[in-house]
């Protein structure tokens, strides 16, 4: 029985990977409907300033009803029909994650400044990155692109997976759906501080060891991909620490190893 179920649970995941990887993202009404949407909808409708307390109603209304309704739907569909409940189990799953998003976005900025098309380069930049970078120049430029893609490997692929993988489809729902209330909530200085404290510690305590296994993972991939990996881990080893952020403290900079 525990064999059957863990080659559900497999099938489940190599098929969310397939469709992310031939599909991609959902468009049109598949869109409105996309969890992360809708969690980011309720919760900029009901977001007010407020104390710590409304910041923990803000996350349980707008995470735990989502979890789980789509949740019961491919369960609910695996009852009528095994086939149509895998599909439906394994798209949910893929919601979770993001790995062609990222890769398409990546390529699109280094196409602009291979072109030297430094100025569309920033714009694409400032989208996923925010810090003020209208006056990096290139290397810059591609520093903070690999950063922010070494950061959304973790949050947008990494956890996601490693949480199905513990949890099946309600941990990678989880950690989804909490990133987007930090995404939506946890930021610093008013009105979002206080509100947003729970959000970010859940986000936070949620990457923490997928962050960290995320050195590893990039070291490997340079090894297989031809690049320095020896550079990679040193710089993981020597500058982990020097990160306030837990999150970035284990992922940013072995992806900056030369």
Not at 45 to 69: A, C, E
Not at 228 to 246: C, E, I, P, Q, T
Request: hydrophobic share 50%.
């Amino acid at each position: 029985m525990w064999l059957a179920v863990l080659e559900y649970y497999l099938a489940a995941m190599v098929l969310a990977v397939l469709i992310d990887v031939v599909v991609g993202e959902p468009r049109g009404p598949l869109l409105m409907i996309h969890p992360v949407v809708v969690c980011g909808k309720i919760s900029s409708r009901l977001f007010r300033p407020g104390g710590r307390g409304f910041g923990v109603l803000l996350w349980v209304i707008s995470v735990i009803p989502l979890l789980v309704i789509y949740y019961l739907i491919p369960w609910g569909l695996f009852m009528v029909n095994i086939v149509v409940g895998i599909i439906a189990y394994s798209y949910v799953l893929k919601l979770t994650f993001s790995y062609r998003l990222m890769r398409d976005y990546a390529k699109r900025i280094l196409r602009k400044i291979e072109l030297g098309d430094l100025e569309g380069a920033r714009a694409l930049t400032q989208e996923i990155v925010r810090r003020n970078v209208w006056e990096l120049d290139r290397e810059h430029l591609i520093s903070a692109v690999i950063e922010s893609m070494a950061e959304s490997f973790v949050d947008g692929f990494l956890s996601p997976l490693f949480y199905y993988a513990l949890l099946g489809l309600p941990g990678a729902l989880l950690q989804r759906l909490s990133n987007t209330m930090d995404s939506m909530v946890g930021y610093k200085g008013w009105p979002y501080e206080d509100v947003g404290w729970f959000s970010a510690m859940i986000d936070t305590l949620m990457n923490y060891i997928p962050a960290r296994l995320s050195t590893p993972i990039i070291t490997m991939a340079a090894a297989l991909t031809g690049l320095d990996w020896r550079g990679s881990f040193k710089v993981a080893l020597r500058d982990h620490g020097k990160v306030r952020a837990l999150i970035l403290g284990g992922l940013c900079h072995p992806s900056l190893g030369r």
